[in-house]
């Protein structure tokens, strides 16, 4: 629920197809029109880095008011958002339907997408995007691969950092060979047909962090399914764009929800629900490609049947109950709310999730880690996400209480687990970070994946 406001928020599709959206006067007018209203709003001063900038930019000014800022020192502020989406979903009483008409991340976007047709994106950075070519390459010599991005490794780090522009002391996902996909060829787990839920189907979005980065999240996810009488399938024909989106390349966005909702509705129109493990790319499939792509009627029938993973199993326990065998976990757990599932406005699922264990000692703790997708590895962010991320490395901490930590956003967990190392006081025990909280839920069952 959004502060300050009882209606739920209507965001307008994006009009990027319109040439007028790349008109750089109107872009500076709206701008202006929308810094304006934050400047005298000032609610999302400690969500970001982006409204800090401005609100400095604009108070240091002559006037202290916008007339006397340069357009040309707008940069810094966008360059600042990570498209977490929050200050839409749940701060801003101005979005539509108010008159004041604001969608500052949108805004954000649109920025972009001009500096992207002007040729002003980096080739690095947008390389760092094509995370299926990247995947594929990195999978086929997974150790070496590991071994060079390890941060720990002071030779190949640092020419990655004036290569591609990728800081040498962010923490990087590994690289599997045998990807999520490869996986499922493999095994299948058995469906357990005694489960109250059973004759669910659902198909399993594998997602490009999970199929290359993280197919524990894949396998630990379809196990718990299987237990619960959940036939599953996998699918995975390509990543959904959201790496795209963050610059602002909204013609390939269309393209990616084009394909991969071809794959999918098949099985929509079987009765299959649709699982995305991985909340930035569930947003993509519920709220922003039907934004980007309004004409595609696919992409709407596909946002009505899309659930993230920790909201299906949630829907489970609620609607026909759990299959039996949880069992408490060997210590406490704090979890991260990620900020793109809480703009996909469902509730706290990855708490509730963890409230299915029984006797979990549980923390919960909600609040944007300064991480956002491959902004927070960039050589010019990851200070700025480091210490955006200081609150929630504390709280997750929890003073060494919390044997696991886990993120329901797997880069946001690499993120923490690395905030709270860097914080951590000589002795003060280091909880292990694991991917995603479905993991846990898969231990607690006892189930191997
Ligand atoms: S979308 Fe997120 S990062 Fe961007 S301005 Fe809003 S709160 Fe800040
Ligand atoms: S985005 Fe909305 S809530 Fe946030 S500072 Fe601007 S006007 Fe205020």
Redesign the pocket.
Known sequence: MREGSLDAPIRHPIDWQNPDFYDEEALDAELRRVFDVCHGCRR?FN??D??PRLFDLIDDSESGELDTVASKDFKPVVDA????????MTKCPYVPPHEFNLD??HL?LRYRAIELKKGEVGTAARQLTETDRNGKMAGLMAPVTNWASDRRNGLTRPVMQSVAGIHKEAELPKFHGKTFIKRTKDTAPTVNKEAPASGRKAVIYATCFANYNNPDIGTAARAILAHNGVETEVVYPECCGMPQLEHGDLARVSEKADKVASVLLPYVEKGYDVIALVPSCTLMLKFEWPLIAPENEKLKTLAQATFDVSEYIVDIARKEGLADGLSPLDGGVSVHLA?HARAQNMGQKAAELMKLIPDVELKVVERCSGHGGSWGIQKENFEVGMKIGRPVFRQMADGGKPKYIASECPLAGLHIGQGIQAQAKEGEPLPETVPHPVILMAKAYGLSY
């Open positions: 999302c969500l970001c982006s409204f958002c990570t498209l977490c989406d929050l200050c839409f500052f991340p954000m900020c």
